[in-house]
């Protein structure tokens, strides 16, 4: 059986952390956790034409992870991370870097007709560039194609006519409790909160809502199921990149037509196992 093509757009970039840097972005440490999951994953980003830039592709390279990465005049992009005492990070994310200015060429835009899935988020968009080259893809890829929503709210790089674009597009939507509490000031959404997944669902023709409340659980929400979980208590290192790979798991588990319950438990255990290690491109061992 031939391999889910996968594609992340969007940031990559040096975590800063306090022990040294890891490599990161949410996109590309999506696409990482995909690979690693055994699908045919591109990350898809713009690197700086220095030694970070060149460190990321050698990063890259030797964890098989395959990626088109144009070549900006602009510096690699770089985020300093801090960490409270629960592992929870926060970011400052440094601005005009190369992942604000994503190129490609018309071989590596081809390769979208062919897309199993595009997962993309708000950060990236930040450039009008990135907004054009996103809005591009998206009308190219195939209508079977799942179109994964990120949301990924950062800072101030977000605004709700932006969301409800994305939202619109959007086949499968992933949040998580500081996002919900977001979506529910922008958006007027009022209800439990399994009201208010069912509401995202229907309004924006949603296959599936995944939302994510770090020790309280997490659901998956389709039109006609719902599974919540709790989340596996294990040793903290840091939070960094659970998310991505709770989404790496979902979609490359719905591709596989696994069923809801089976994709959502697979999803808690590589969110959990990312959480006992540091930085987001962890090695399943």
Not at 180 to 205: D, P, V
Not at 244 to 267: N, P, R, Y
Request: net charge negative.
């Amino acid at each position: 059986m031939s391999k889910h093509k996968i594609f992340g757009f969007g940031e990559i970039l040096w975590d800063l952390l306090p022990q040294g840097k890891q490599l990161g972005g949410a996109p590309a440490n999506f696409i990482y956790h995909c690979t690693q999951l055994g699908a045919d994953a591109i990350s898809i980003s713009s690197i700086g034409n220095d030694p970070l830039g060149y460190e990321i592709k050698e990063v890259l390279s030797n964890n098989k992870v395959e990626a088109e990465l144009s070549i900006s005049d602009l510096p690699t992009g770089t985020v300093s991370v801090e960490l409270d005492d629960q592992g929870i990070p926060s970011y400052i994310i440094h601005e005009n870097v190369a992942w604000d200015d994503i190129q490609l060429s018309n071989q590596t835009i081809d390769q979208f007709r062919q897309a199993d899935a595009l997962c993309f988020g708000t950060l990236s968009q930040r450039s009008a560039n990135n907004r054009k080259v996103l809005s591009k893809l998206l009308s190219i890829v195939p209508s079977t194609c799942l179109r994964v929503f990120d949301i990924n709210i950062r800072q101030s790089y977000y605004s709700k006519d932006l969301i409800e674009e994305c939202l619109t597009s959007a086949s499968i939507f992933k949040l998580n409790e500081d996002e919900l509490e977001l979506m529910k000031s922008l958006f007027s959404l009022r209800g439990t909160t399994e009201e208010i997944l069912s509401q995202l669902i229907k309004n924006y023709h949603l296959n599936v809502v995944a939302l994510t409340m770090g020790t309280e659980g997490s659901y998956l929400c389709t039109e006609n199921e719902t599974s919540f979980l709790p989340t596996p208590k294990v040793n903290v290192v840091d939070t960094v990149g659970a998310g991505d790979a709770f989404t790496a798991a979902l979609v490359v588990g719905w591709l596989q037509s696994k069923t809801l319950k089976q994709i959502h438990e697979e999803a808690v255990e590589l969110s959990a196992f990312v959480c006992t290690r540091s930085g987001a491109m962890v090695r399943m061992i």
